[in-house]
């Protein structure tokens, strides 16, 4: 027999290792053939798959499949017994079912017409149920409760099971979508939001997750910070469990899967994923030629998860035994999901033909069966029994995250016209004839007469207050630590850091030159060291956060003392081992070193700025970053956080369009402050000086973690230009500082009668700004003063509030907006600018008193000198003289003449004629 060519690579097994015992391979192999030959392909099939099984048990290393039959994971052999009343968990699975419906149902009257979605919970009930009643850990549980992720368009059940535990009242189902709006018989206004919303509901949920696919990545991340405070020291969550459910139409968002293999790599066996696979999105199939579940099966097998499939319902179990030559398994495994919705929108007697059907071995399976049985065939996500033993496997296994992928039908329960249809997400109302159906099917005790005297507002049901199924409820509730979903307010104080721990950045950088970045970063390191002898001290409750570029930050001085988080330690010997500044990994390591993964960092910056609820723990995330790949790449996650009221600091470092002028159009940020502007809970500055970065901070802190925290994050964009800081006036505007604006360099003293005029700058154009002050006084006779612009974003909020009051308030005195206020008896035109493009200043301009223009770096980033490209920009010192004189020739305060003078003079339109001044880098200084 001649030896058989094989590729290098077959199917992941390597072939070209050396055959020690070519004689004893060809045994194996004869072997194989003689199974093949006489007991057919499916029976060699078999065995294969049982050697490659002990395989693993016995540790040999062949890697894993990454697919297996379509079938389930656990054979019925191996399921548990099951320790619930099944049927009053039946019964409350109805009740559930029904009130989720109608609260959407009576959303849609004539008067109201909010919508809400019915579908979605109706496919997932059995889902939630089973862990609701065996396995959901509440705040009260001596381990600490378990953290879930609720599938967002689910959220009627979840308020339909508080009404049936006694903690919302039929009024405030009625408010459903009605937040404003919504009274109650009592007079209380106000009803539920429609999805999981913290904020909306602070004492209810506790993560958003409608914002498709930031569910599965948030709690990924949040199963890790929770390892990460075990491993700190600062709480033990080694009994916590974090639960995740999503949708199999939201797996194709890339947030979702795009961290699965940092679950794997940090052995997150406290996390597991419920993906209801119901084959549908909102459109029509999630695969409608392929199997959802068998690409979800690789992905998370690829990756190394524990992969468990609960595909059939226990109807299916004797069919599978008697399927002997694996026929009915071939079957499944080729049928796309396309033809299993339809099936499901059909009948029995369709399904017997069409499935069944397609074998004769198969046809005659079911021979003995109705058509009503074979309809009645369940898949496995409705199937409780299946269910909990995929939910126990979970939470035993070890070493691993675990994905459980639950088969359903999207609208189950909710009749023909429903389920299994390509609209029924859409689909928000039951006719009269629906919801006769419907309340049969659960087996519900209300009348027609109930149903008719208005189809708009079919009656909620309780089965009491006394009922064995509210005291079921009740118990297992109790028994697992309390109601979920819930969110704790209460948290321990901080002993916020003396004032005189902001010292060095108020007196200044002396003679040296230092970057705004690095002077942050200096702040950090010596707001660290305070009350480190305890491992939950203030100090070590902050939470670095470096995607990366901690070298680019200069954070790499944080590595030999703070280290690198990491749940393995450091087992391998790190290249830089002699240098002062090595990198170091540490089981108990402080930094959250992310990697190039600004998605993934801001799920940690959420998890650690919302600790003070989730864990009762405030800690204090500080999340670094290119200011351009910040706000502008995972601005909806930084939205969830604020939905989920995370505290801590933002830091866009080398921000700026023509400050990090080296890199080009995709790294220099010009609008960052905009997208900032957009997200109420974001407080935003752009600090010129480090004296402005330590009054900002020191506030930052007593706001977010002082008596009396705010909900609220802070963003700071800061500059790699280094620069000599001065140290703070003796005379500084604090709250000019805090509030937005103050007067920083008043108008050099020349003649009396000189033009007079303002310059307001943030950032980095603040050094502009000066420079023009000089030159506006030197060569042209024209005294401004210069304004330090600390916060565009705070001024406009700050006149936004004074037009709501006055707008509701309008036999009251009038609010004047401060910015106005600031600049009421400010002579001469107002001239703004930043290293970021016009439309930023502008947030302000409606409420400046008097004529008022700005400048910006509107236009893509470029590669080139900062003089140069400040040049280009128009933003440069030379630039705002002109634009100066421009505002004053036009009140006729200089000649009309004057502006074009002075751009000839300065030879404005010539980018080499800027001053080479500062060219620094694209590094930190």
């Known amino acids: 027999m001649t030896e058989r060519k094989r590729p290098v690579i077959s199917d992941g097994l390597p072939s070209q290792l050396p055959d020690i015992d070519p004689e004893e391979t060809a045994e194996w192999i004869s072997s194989l053939d003689g199974v093949i030959e006489e007991r057919g392909r499916q029976r060699a099939r078999y065995v294969m798959l049982r050697l490659l099984e002990r395989a693993r048990e016995s540790q040999v290393g062949v890697p894993p499949l990454t697919t297996t039959d379509y079938i389930n994971t656990i054979p019925p052999e191996r399921e548990p017994w099951f320790p619930g009343d099944e049927h009053t968990e039946r019964r409350i699975r109805a009740y559930i079912r029904w009130n989720a419906a109608m609260m959407v149902h009576r959303a849609q009257r004539p008067e109201i017409g909010v919508g809400g979605h019915i579908s979605t919970y109706a496919s997932a009930a059995s889902l939630y149920e089973v862990g609701f009643n065996h396995f959901f850990r509440g705040k009260h549980h001596p381990g600490g409760g378990d953290q879930i992720f609720f599938q967002g368009h689910a959220s009627p059940g979840f308020y339909a099971r508080a009404y049936l535990e006694g903690r919302l009242s039929e009024d405030q189902l009625d408010g459903f979508r009605q937040e404003l709006s919504h009274r109650s018989s009592g007079g209380v206004r106000g009803g539920l939001p429609s999805y999981p919303h913290p904020r909306l509901m602070p004492d209810f949920w506790e993560f958003p997750t409608v914002s498709m696919g930031l569910g599965g990545l948030n709690a990924i991340y949040q199963a890790r910070f929770n390892r990460y405070l075990l491993h700190r020291g600062i709480k033990d969550t080694s ?14 968002e890339p947030e979702t899967i795009g961290a699965i293999g940092l679950g794997a790599r940090e052995e997150l066996d406290n996390l ?120 126990l496997a979970a939470v035993e296994h070890t070493g691993q995250p675990t994905v459980i992928l639950a088969k359903t039908i999207k609208g189950w329960t909710l009749g023909s016209q429903f389920e299994a249809r390509n609209a029924t997400h859409q689909m928000k109302k039951l006719t009269l004839d629906d919801l006769k159906a419907f309340r049969d099917r659960l087996y519900l005790e209300i009348p027609d007469s109930a149903l008719e005297a208005n189809p708009y507002l079919p009656p909620y049901f309780h089965p009491g207050e006394k009922s064995d199924e509210t005291a079921y409820l009740r118990e297992r509730r109790e028994a697992l630590g309390g109601y979920l979903p819930a969110r704790r307010t209460t948290t321990i104080p901080l002993n916020l850091p003396p004032t005189s721990a902001y010292g060095d950045l108020k007196r200044g950088s002396g003679k040296q030159k230092v970057a705004t970045t690095m002077a942050f970063v200096r702040l950090l390191k010596d707001l660290m060291k305070t009350d480190r002898d305890t491992p939950a001290g ?39 081992r002699e240098l002062f500044l090595s990198y170091r990994e540490a089981t108990g390591g402080q930094i959250l070193h992310e990697g190039i993964n600004e998605a993934g960092s801001v799920a940690s910056f959420t998890a650690a700025g919302t600790s003070y609820a989730t864990h009762g723990e405030p800690m204090i995330p500080l999340y670094i970053f290119y200011s351009m790949f910040g706000f502008q790449r995972t601005a909806d996650g930084l939205w969830a956080a604020a939905d989920q009221m995370a505290r801590g600091f933002l830091l866009g470092a080398t921000a700026g369009r023509t400050t990090l002028n080296g890199e080009g159009l995709q790294h220099e940020d010009g609008h960052s402050h905009l997208i900032v502007a957009t997200n109420p809970a974001v407080v935003a500055y752009d600090p010129a000086f480090a004296f402005e970065i330590a009054y900002l901070v020191e506030d930052g802190l007593r706001r977010m973690y002082g008596d009396q925290p705010e909900d609220v994050f802070y963003y700071f964009t800061v500059y790699n230009e280094p620069i000599i800081q001065p140290a703070e006036p003796a005379d500084l505007d604090v709250a000019g500082l805090l509030r937005g604006l103050y007067r920083y360099a008043p108008a050099p003293s020349i003649a009396p009668d000189a033009p ?153 339109d010539d980018v080499t004629a800027a001053p080479a001044g500062e060219t620094g880098g694209a590094e930190a200084g």
């Open 239 to 252: 009994q916590q469990r974090v639960w995740a459910f999503l949708g199999d139409g939201e797996m194709d």
């Open 272 to 391: 597991t994923f419920v993906i209801n696979c119901n084959l549908q999105r909102l459109d029509g199939p999630v695969r409608g030629n392929g199997k959802v579940i068998q690409e979800l099966e690789a992905f998370f097998r690829g990756a190394g998860w524990n992969v468990i499939k609960v595909i059939w319902g226990r109807e299916w179990d004797p069919l599978l035994a008697a399927d002997t030559d694996g026929a009915l398994v071939n079957l499944m495994n080729v049928t796309p999901d396309g033809d299993y919705q339809t099936y499901k929108a059909e009948s029995g007697a369709y399904v017997r033909e069409h499935f069944f059907g397609r074998d004769p071995r198969t046809r005659r399976m079911v021979e003995h069966l109705s058509d009503e049985e074979i309809w009645n065939l369940k898949r496995g996500g409705h199937d409780y029994r299946k269910l909990y033993a995929a939910y």
């Open 538 to 576: 203030f100090g070590a409750r902050f939470v670095p956060i470096i995607p990366d570029e901690a070298r680019t930050f200069g954070m790499d001085s944080l590595f030999p003392t703070a280290k690198i988080y990491s749940p393995h330690g450091q087992n391998y010997t790190p290249v830089d």
């Open 756 to 908: 007079r005029a303002q310059v307001l700058a943030s950032g980095t154009g603040m050094q502009w700004a000066l420079r023009a002050q000089e030159l506006l006084a030197q060569d042209w006779g024209v005294a401004a003063d210069v304004w330090s612009a600390t916060s565009w974003g705070e001024l406009r909020r700050d006149a936004i509030d004074a037009e709501r009051y006055n707008l509701l308030h309008p036999g009251h005195e009038q609010r004047v907006p401060y910015v106005t206020q600031a600049l009421q008896d400010a002579p001469g035109p107002v001239v703004a600018v930043s290293d970021f493009m016009r439309a930023v200043p502008d947030l302000i301009s409606r409420w400046v008193p008097g004529d008022y223009t700005s400048l910006g770096t509107d236009g893509f980033g470029l590669s080139d000198t900062r003089a140069a490209l400040r040049r280009h920009f128009h933003v440069d010192a030379e630039s705002i003289v002109v634009a100066t004189l421009g505002q004053l020739a036009r009140r006729g305060e200089v000649p009309a003449g004057t502006p074009a003078e002075a751009a000839q003079k300065y030879a404005l």
